[in-house]
C-alpha cells in the first residue's frame, strides 16, 4: 500500500512539473522529427542528388593539336558527365597543383603525350588523378574518371579480342533497369529501410539518457533533506525506493511507447512483427538502464557526479555499438559485444527483420542475464548502503 | 579583481580540486575521447571493409566482378556459403554489405537479357553507396561487353567473353592516384563531432554547480561579504570557463601527443575553436538553468537540447547527407561551426575563411552568456518542486 502511495505521488509531482511534460512529449518528438527528417534524405540517396559540379583541371601534356587525347576532351564535354564535373584546360601541372591548393579546383588530370594512340595500339596508358581538398568531390570526380577508363578498358580488349571491326558493330545496349538492386534483408513482411537501423539506435540511446530520470528523483529527496521527514513516517526505506523506482519506470515506458507510437505513424518506421516480444526487449532495457543509474547512485555523493557517469555511459556504450558513426567491423562484434546496446539493437534489428524467434532468443538470454546481474547488483548494495541522507 | 579570481579559483578547486573530482573530470572525459581517437581514427588506416559475397553463378562474369572488385583494393572479400547465410551475416554486422550475384548472370548476359545483382544492407554508410556504384559500373561494362560479343556473332561467345574480360583486368588504361593529404580526413568530423558532445554535457555539471550554491543558500551567504553580484557571476564564470579549458587542454595533450593522432589542423586553433564552442555551451546550459525553476530537471532538459542539437549540427552524421531545408536548420546550431570551423583549418584555409564560424560562435556566446546571467538570477533561491 505504501509503495502504491509512493509510487502515485511520484507520478503526479513528475506528471505536474512542466519541465516533465517537455521531456516527456518534446524530446521523442524531437528526436523523431530530426530523425526521421535528416535520414529520409539518405533513404532516397539513388533517387535525385544533387552533387555539386567539381571543378577538374586538365592538364594536357602534350603541345600541338594531333598528340593531344581527343577520347578525354570529348568525354569531359559530354552530355553525361556535365552534371558532376566542369573541365577546365591548364597548361602546366603547377598551376593545376596550386589551383587545387587554392581550392580554384577541386581535381586535377594529367594526361600522358600519347595517351589515345598508346589505347588504339593496345598499349598501356596512365592518366595521372591529383586528388583535391573536398572529400566527396574526390570520389565524385574519381568514379567519373574511372568509368571513363573502365570504358576504354574493356572496349580496348573487345578490340584485341574480337578485331577492331567488333566496336563499330556494337549497339550500345540500353539498360532498362539498373545493374544493381538493393536487396531486401527482410524474411516477409515490409522492406526494411537503413532509417530503421538509426531509429532503433537512437531509441535505446534515449533510454539509456532516462536513467538521468533515476538520479534525479533520488537525490531530489536528499537535496531538499524530505528524506529525513519521509523516514520518520511509517514507511519501510525498502518500500520507498520501490515506489520511487516504479514511479520512474512508468514515465519511461510511456515514453518509450510514445517514441515507437509516433515514429510508426509520423515517419512509417516500422518495428517489427512482434509487438509483445519488442515490449519485453524494451522493459529489459528500462531495467537495465534503471538499475544501472541507481547503482550509480548509491555509489555517488552528488547528483553531478551521478550525472556525468550516467552521461559518459550512455554516449560511450551507444558509440562502441555502433550506432552513432561506422565502426570497423572487427569493433563491432568484440568490443561492441560488451555494451547494453549491442545486444538490444541486433535484437530489434532481427524483429524488424522478421527473423525467426531462434534467432532472437539468445539476446533475450544474454539481456536477461544482464538485468539479473545489475537487479542483483541493486538488491546488494541497497542492503550495504541503503537510502538515506 | 582578486574577488572574482577569488571565486572563481574556489570552483575550480571544487570540482577538480579532490582526487575524485581529478578522476571524474579530468581523466574519465580524457579517456574517452581518446578512446574515440583512437578507435575512429584507427578505421583510417587499418583494416578495409568486409565484403560478403555469395556467386551462385559459375561464369566469368561473376569471377571478374569479383576480381575486379578485390583489386580496387578497398575491400576484404569474405564468402558466405549462401544467401540466406550471407543475409544474416549482414543483419549481424560481420561486413559493410553482402553481394549476391545470381545463378547463370554470365549465360543471362550472353542471352542479352538484364540481370540484377542484389546488394543487401544493414545501415547506409559511405562504403555500401560506393560499393554499390562501382558494382553498378563493373556491371554495365559487362553489359555493353556481352551486347558486343553476341553481336560480332563469331566463334565461341562464353569463351570471347572470358577472354575480354581477362584482358581488362590487365587495366590498359589506368590511372595513379597523387594523394597530396589535401582533403581533411573522413574520420576528423567524427572525432570532433563526439568531442563536441562530450564536452556539452561536461559544461552542464560546472552550471549544476551553480545551481547547487543557489539552492544550498551558500549564494545568501556570499551576499554578506564585501562582493557585489557581478563580481559572483564573473567569478562563476570565469571557474568554469578555467575548468573547461583545462579539460580541452588534457583531451587534446592526450589525443595529439600521447595517441599521436594527427589533427591535421594547428593545435591552437583546434583549441580556440573547442574553447569557443565550450563558450556558447555555457550559455546554452546556463539559459536553460536560468529557465528551469527546478534545478534537478536542469540537466535532464540539457539533455533535451544535447542530443537533437547534436544530430541536427552534424556530431553523428556528415551534414551534405541531410536535406537542403535541415541543413539550413543546422546553421542555428554551434556545433555546426564549430565543425565547420575545424574543416576549414584542415583544408588550409586561413583566417579570412576563418573569422565567419569564429565571429557566429562568439555571438552565440555573447547572446546567450547575456541571457544566461540574466535568467539565472544567483541571488534568489530555487524554488524546488
Not at chain 2, 204 to 224: C, L, P
Not at chain 2, 266 to 290: D, K, N
Not at chain 2, 360 to 366: E, I
Request: aromatic share 8%.
Amino acid at each position: 500500500m505504501n509503495i502504491w502511495t509512493i509510487m502515485t505521488y511520484e507520478l503526479r509531482r513528475q506528471l505536474r512539473s512542466r519541465t516533465w511534460l517537455l521531456n516527456m512529449i518534446l524530446l521523442p518528438v524531437v528526436l523523431i522529427f530530426l530523425l526521421g527528417a535528416s535520414l529520409s534524405g539518405v533513404v532516397g540517396v539513388e533517387g535525385a542528388e544533387t552533387v555539386n559540379q567539381v571543378k577538374v583541371a586538365i592538364v594536357d601534356t602534350a603541345a600541338a593539336a594531333p598528340a593531344k587525347s581527343a577520347a578525354l576532351d570529348a568525354f569531359v564535354k559530354s552530355d553525361e558527365v556535365k552534371d558532376y564535373i566542369s573541365p577546365f584546360e591548364v597548361q602546366t601541372r603547377e598551376e593545376a597543383e596550386s589551383g587545387l591548393r587554392t581550392g580554384k579546383y577541386g581535381y586535377a588530370v594529367i594526361v600522358p603525350q600519347g595517351f589515345d594512340s598508346e589505347i588504339q595500339s593496345g598499349g598501356q596508358a596512365e592518366l595521372e588523378l591529383i586528388l583535391g581538398k573536398n572529400h566527396s568531390d574526390n570520389t565524385t570526380a574519381g568514379t567519373v574518371f574511372d568509368n571513363f577508363l573502365s570504358e576504354i578498358n574493356y572496349k580496348q580488349a573487345a578490340a584485341m579480342t574480337l578485331g577492331p571491326e567488333a566496336l563499330t558493330a556494337a549497339i550500345p545496349a540500353m539498360a532498362d533497369q539498373p545493374a544493381v538492386q538493393l536487396g531486401n534483408l527482410n524474411n516477409g513482411g515490409k522492406t526494411y529501410t537503413a532509417s530503421q537501423f538509426y531509429a532503433a539506435s537512437m531509441l535505446l540511446m534515449f533510454l539509456l539518457y532516462s536513467g538521468l530520470t533515476v538520479t534525479s528523483s533520488l537525490f531530489s529527496e536528499k537535496d531538499n533533506h524530505t528524506l529525513f521527514r519521509i523516514h520518520s513516517m511509517p514507511v519501510k526505506g525498502s518500500q520507498l525506493f520501490i515506489g520511487k523506482m516504479l514511479g520512474v519506470g512508468v514515465i519511461t515506458m510511456l515514453q518509450c511507447a510514445a517514441i515507437i507510437i509516433f515514429t510508426n505513424l509520423l515517419f512509417g518506421v516500422y518495428w517489427g512483427n512482434r509487438p509483445w516480444l519488442l515490449i519485453l526487449f524494451c522493459l529489459l532495457m528500462i531495467i537495465a538502464s534503471m538499475t544501472f543509474s541507481i547503482l550509480v547512485c548509491m555509489f555517488s555523493k552528488t547528483s553531478a557526479t551521478a550525472t556525468n557517469i550516467v552521461n559518459i555511459v550512455t554516449v560511450g556504450m551507444t558509440f562502441l555499438s555502433g550506432g552513432m558513426a561506422p565502426l570497423p567491423d572487427s569493433w563491432v562484434n568484440s568490443v561492441g559485444a560488451f555494451t547494453i546496446n549491442h545486444w538490444e539493437l541486433q535484437a530489434i534489428i532481427r524483429m524488424m527483420l522478421h527473423s525467426g524467434f531462434g534467432q532472437i532468443l539468445p539476446n533475450l538470454l544474454v539481456m536477461s542475464a544482464m538485468c539479473l546481474v545489475l537487479i542483483g547488483g541493486v538488491v546488494f548494495t541497497y542492503r550495504k548502503v541503503g537510502y538515506h541522507e | 579583481m582578486s574577488n572574482i579570481w577569488t571565486i572563481g579559483w574556489n570552483m575550480v578547486k571544487r570540482t577538480i580540486g579532490s582526487r575524485k573530482g581529478l578522476m571524474l573530470y579530468i581523466v574519465l572525459p580524457g579517456i574517452v575521447v581518446a578512446g574515440i581517437i583512437s578507435i575512429t581514427g584507427g578505421i583510417d588506416n587499418s583494416s578495409k571493409a568486409t565484403l560478403l559475397y555469395t556467386n551462385l553463378d559459375n561464369g566469368a562474369g561473376g569471377r571478374h566482378l569479383l576480381a575486379e572488385l578485390r583489386s580496387s583494393g578497398d575491400y576484404e572479400l569474405a564468402e558466405s556459403p549462401g544467401e540466406q547465410e550471407m543475409k544474416e551475416s549482414v543483419i549481424g554486422q560481420d561486413g559493410i554489405a553482402g553481394l549476391l550475384i545470381p545463378r547463370d548472370y554470365t549465360a543471362q548476359l550472353l542471352e542479352g537479357k538484364q540481370p540484377q545483382l542484389t546488394v543487401y544492407e544493414l545501415k547506409i554508410t559511405e562504403d555500401s553507396v560506393l560499393l554499390k556504384m562501382k558494382a553498378a559500373a563493373i556491371a554495365r561494362q559487362m553489359l555493353v561487353t556481352a551486347a558486343t560479343v553476341k553481336e560480332s556473332g563469331t566463334g565461341d561467345p562464353l569463351g570471347q567473353f572470358a577472354a575480354i574480360l581477362q584482358q581488362a583486368e590487365r587495366h590498359n588504361a589506368g590511372s595513379v592516384r597523387t594523394d597530396y593529404d589535401l582533403y581533411p580526413r573522413q574520420t576528423l568530423g567524427v572525432i570532433t563531432g563526439m568531442t563536441l558532445m562530450f564536452l556539452m554535457g561536461l559544461v552542464t555539471s560546472a552550471v549544476n554547480q551553480v545551481i547547487d550554491d543557489r539552492k544550498g543558500r551558500t549564494m545568501m551567504r556570499m551576499y554578506s561579504a564585501p562582493v557585489r553580484a557581478y563580481e559572483i557571476a564573473l567569478g562563476n564564470f570565469f571557474g568554469s570557463f578555467l575548468v573547461g579549458i583545462i579539460q580541452i587542454a588534457v583531451v587534446l595533450v592526450l589525443g595529439k601527443w600521447v595517441l599521436r593522432y594527427d589533427y591535421e589542423i594547428p593545435m591552437y586553433l583546434y583549441f580556440l575553436v573547442l574553447a569557443a564552442f565550450m563558450l556558447v555551451s555555457m550559455g546554452i546550459a546556463g539559459t536553460v538553468a536560468g529557465l528551469i525553476r527546478n534545478p534537478r530537471n536542469a540537466g535532464m532538459l540539457n539533455a533535451l537540447i544535447l542530443t537533437p542539437t547534436c544530430m541536427l549540427g552534424g556530431c553523428f552524421w556528415p551534414l551534405s547527407i541531410m536535406p537542403e531545408y535541415m541543413q539550413k536548420a543546422a546553421n542555428f546550431t554551434p556545433q555546426k561551426w564549430a565543425i565547420q570551423a575545424v574543416d576549414i583549418a584542415a583544408t588550409g584555409g586561413g583566417w579570412n575563411e576563418l573569422w565567419l564560424p569564429f565571429a557566429v560562435l562568439g555571438l552565440m556566446a555573447a547572446i546567450l552568456l547575456a541571457l544566461g546571467s540574466a535568467t539565472l538570477r544567483p541571488n534568489e533561491a530555487g524554488i524546488s518542486a
